[in-house]
Every structure is written in structure tokens, then in C-alpha cells.
């Protein structure tokens, strides 16, 4: 994707920042597309004010969501076991200190709350619950009482529900404030991110509507690539698993490398 070519979700790749997230670098062998070694994290004040940064497109521009418009909606992010959801969920938390203070938080629901050890300590975490405790029925009731104000502030808070297929129904009785912050979460600066297992998508099928925009890891059955991407030119199989992605959003598709964390 070209700078001039955007997608109309507002995810924009920054020419002005590429010297500091360089992946074209001299004497460096890299596969076609893939991320240097160590290439260095853009610093804050390369980022505009608001903007998440979600990977590193194959030309090497950083890919960044511009929060302050929801039309992207939420994001589902999906693939196999090992394709790396919960790193990008965790690397979505961890650049999101990449803003000034107290613009981007985020709070994490998980049935494996130990995954997410040590992130709990980063200044802008709402904190991480696991997901079938009743603290994280109050933590979306939160969300959604607080969602009249942050319009007014600069704030903007990430949910990261990681595993969400895993999820039964007697866990899952916090399905209204959910389905709410879906629908009108972007709009008031709530940005839900979920991720699944599109082995175990039949469950969720009445979901999936909701997700306009999906991040997509590898997957290998061809059924299940379907129910997220209907493009026979598209092999999710190939995408390497922790490391690449792709962007799907109004029939359109872009691949990207997930950021280096130093």
C-alpha cells in the first residue's frame, strides 16, 4: 500500500517517520518484506497525537490507527493457535506508552491472566482481569459509564479481551456491556480488540458482524480462513506465525510485521 493509496479506515503509513523504523538497511539479508533484526521503536515524538501504532507494513511505513475516528470500528483479531494473537494484543499495550501520558490506557480480559504478568505495571494499565471473574463484568460497566466523558478529553482507552472463543456460557455473563461497547465504543473513544480462535468461531458466529476490521495471523484450514476472509487469492497459510499479520478492511488486504519491542 502506497501512501496515496489509504485505506478509508484512516490507517495511514507515515513517510516522515520511516528513518526511524528503517527495515532497508545495508548489509542486512532479510526475506522479501521481512523486519530487520533490530531496526529501533519509533520515539513519541514521531507519532501523531492519538494514533496507535498497529505494525510495519512490507515497504517498511508504519501502520498506524488513528483513534480519533471510529470508523474502523473494533477490531477482531483471529488465527490458529500460535499465530501470535495474545503478542499482538501485547504489543498494542505496550506502544500504547508510546503516546503522552494518559492519552491511550488499556485494561485486558483473559482466561490466562498469567500470560499478561509484568504489563499490569505499566503506568497506563487499567489493569488485567481474567475473564470469568466478576470483576470483569464491573470492568466493562466501567467502560461504559465512562464513555459519556472521554469524548470531551483526549483519552482513549483500549479493551483487549484476549481469547474471547474461550470464553462458555456460564463465564460469559457480561454479553449486553460487551455487545454495547462494541457498537458504540470507537465513537466514544472505547476501542474494543478482540481476539479468537477461528477453530472455535461457530460459537461467535453472531459476533462477527460486528468486526469490520480484522487482524488476521495464520491460518492453515481453509474453512476456517473463509469465515474471516472471503478471497481465494489471499493464502492466510503463508503468513508466518508470531511475527505477520494481515489487515483486513472493505474487501481490501495488507500485510504487516509486527513492531519491534526493545
Known amino acids: 500500500m502506497s501512501t496515496a493509496d489509504q485505506f478509508p479506515l484512516n490507517l495511514q503509513a507515515y513517510p516522515e517517520i520511516r528513518p526511524e523504523l528503517s527495515l532497508d538497511g545495508p548489509s542486512r539479508p532479510l526475506l522479501p518484506g521481512a523486519p530487520a533484526k533490530n531496526p529501533s521503536v519509533v520515539g513519541t515524538a514521531s507519532l501523531p497525537a492519538g494514533s496507535l501504532l498497529l505494525g510495519l507494513a512490507e515497504d517498511g511505513l508504519p501502520i498506524l490507527l488513528d483513534l480519533s475516528n471510529p470508523s474502523p470500528g473494533p477490531l477482531l483479531v483471529a488465527g490458529d493457535g500460535g499465530s501470535g494473537k495474545t503478542a499482538f ?14 492519552d491511550i490506557s488499556f485494561g485486558v480480559l483473559t482466561p490466562f491472566p498469567e500470560e499478561w504478568t509484568g504489563l499490569e505495571a505499566l503506568p497506563h494499565c487499567m489493569g488485567i482481569w481474567p475473564a470469568y471473574h466478576p470483576s470483569a463484568h464491573f470492568f466493562l460497566s466501567q467502560l461504559q459509564s465512562m464513555s459519556d466523558s472521554l469524548p470531551r478529553t483526549r483519552q482513549s482507552i483500549l479493551l483487549l479481551f484476549d481469547g474471547i472463543d474461550l470464553m462458555t456460557g456460564s463465564d460469559f455473563q457480561y454479553q449486553h456491556e460487551l455487545r454495547w461497547l462494541l457498537m458504540y465504543g470507537p465513537e466514544k473513544q472505547v476501542w474494543p480488540v478482540l481476539s479468537v480462535n477461528p477453530a472455535r468461531m461457530a460459537r461467535l458466529q453472531t459476533w462477527l458482524d460486528y468486526f469490520h476490521t480484522r487482524i488476521i495471523g495464520r491460518v492453515k484450514n481453509i474453512h476456517n ?6 478471497d481465494p487469492k489471499v493464502d492466510l497459510s503463508e503468513l508466518l506465525p508470531g511475527i505477520q499479520f494481515g489487515l483486513s478492511q472493505s474487501g481490501r488486504w495488507q500485510k504487516f510485521w509486527l513492531p519491534p519491542l526493545e
Open 89 to 102: 494484543l501485547q504489543s498494542l499495550a505496550r506502544l500504547s506508552d508510546l503516546q503522552d501520558p494518559g
Open 225 to 230: 480462513a473463509r469465515l474471516l476472509l472471503n
